[in-house]
Structures are given as C-alpha cells and as structure tokens.
T-cell receptor
Framework: DAKTTQPTSMDCAEGRAANLPCNHS???????VYWYRQIHSQGPQYIIH???NNETNEMASLIITEDRKSSTLILPHATLRDTAVYYC??????????FGKGTRLHILP | NAGVMQNPRHLVRRRGQEARLRCSPM?????VYWYRQLPEEGLKFMVY????????ESGMPKERFSAEFPKEGPSILRIQQVVRGDSAAYFC??????????FGSGTQLSVL
C-alpha cells in the first residue's frame, strides 16, 4: 500500500504556481520523498526527490517540512502541458516504487 | 542517451495465446521493474529484477506470468494463455544507482 495521502484532484490557472501537497506521516528516517507524474497514458516521468532538505531543479521545487511528515511540490509557472496525474512516493534506496492514486492536476487556460 | 525502450508498442493477442513484452534498460542500468496499469486504474508493481536474478516478485500473479532479465539482452515479461483481463498497459522502468527510476513508453496489450 502507498504510504502517502494526496488530494484526488486540483485545478490551477495557467501561468500560476501549482502547489501539490502530500502527507507522509509514517515516513522512516531512510525514506526519500519522490514525485513522478503521468501525462495521459505515457510512462511515468521523474520530477524531483529529496530526503530532508528542500530541492529545486529545472522542473519543480520540493518543500519538505522539518518533521518530514509532509511535503509540497511546486510547479512555478504551470502550463497546459503540466496537466497530469502527480504521484508522491516515499521510498528507500534499492526498493520498488509503490504508486498510490495521485493527484489529478488540471491546468485551466 | 537512449531511454528505456519497450517493444512492441502495441500487441494484440487472442485468448489462449502467449504475449512476450520486451524491455531494454538505459545504458549502464542493471535494475529493471515491471508495472501494469489496467484501464482507468493506477500503476501496480509486478516484479523487480537485477541481471539474472528476481529480487521481488510480490506483485506477480501466481500463474501464467513470468519475467526474466538475462545476462545479455532485454528483460522479458511473458504472459502465457492470455485472457481478456490481461489487457492493460505494461510499463518497464530501469535504474542504475537506485535513486531514480526511468520509465519506458509502455506496451499496450489487447486481448481479443
């Protein structure tokens, strides 16, 4: 079973920042927080991951709370192409990824 | 660098036939994962393999399904005697350092 809780769906206006929350209250000290997305029926795409510190790359930013029990994925300037299902995952190294139901993000023109 | 390559992209089989799905991991990757996605459902883990070894097959159906990742060549997911309920998208992923998994475009299996 997935160890994360995410809203079922969210809307965001094009050009605005999309903030996707995730709860992972039972996360262990050696588990990373990963974010993937799946656009329509394509293969999942890696976005970002982190352990304790906030992370930023060319796609997004990841904010992890100090107690590590929740995190937020931020897409700074959402476009229509960011419409997808976003998955928040906790995972130790050398292990499989277990996908939950994710958040269906709709970017509105 | 070529990504994870899956073929065929689409596969049509009649009930009772065998389906073979292939996955070539990214160059240098020795870990392969298979996932299944039924229509309008989430991604379900099936099996995790390293070269010549099955590490975790906890998501594999007990019968008709098998997977291998030989020393040379692609990983193969084999489904014997397919039934209509096997119709799904099958995704393969690979990793090297076990941080990021990179996914292929999937094989869409349709059973008639």
């Amino acid at each position: 079973d997935a160890k994360t809780t995410q809203p079922t769906s969210m809307d965001c206006a094009e050009g605005r920042a999309a903030n996707l929350p995730c709860n992972h209250s039972t996360i262990s000290g050696n588990e990373y927080v990963y974010w993937y997305r799946q656009i329509h029926s394509q293969g999942p795409q890696y976005i970002i991951h982190g352990l304790k510190n906030n992370e930023t790359n060319e796609m997004a930013s990841l904010i992890i709370t100090e107690d590590r029990k929740s995190s937020t994925l931020i897409l700074p300037h959402a476009t229509l192409r960011d419409t997808a299902v976003y998955y928040c995952i906790v995972r130790v190294e050398y292990d499989k990824i277990i996908f939950g139901k994710g958040t269906r993000l709709h970017i509105l023109p | 660098n070529a990504g994870v390559m899956q073929n065929p992209r689409h596969l049509v089989r009649r009930r009772g036939q065998e389906a073979r799905l292939r996955c070539s991991p990214m160059k240098g990757h020795s870990h392969v994962y298979w996932y299944r996605q039924l229509p309008e459902e989430g991604l379900k883990f099936m099996v995790y393999l390293q070269k010549e070894n099955i590490i975790d097959e906890s998501g594999m159906p007990k019968e008709r399904f098998s997977a291998e990742f030989p020393k040379e060549g692609p990983s193969i997911l084999r489904i014997q005697q397919v039934v209509r309920g096997d119709s799904a998208a099958y995704f393969c992923a690979s990793s090297g350092t076990n941080e990021k998994l990179f996914f292929g475009s999937g094989t869409q299996l349709s059973v008639l």
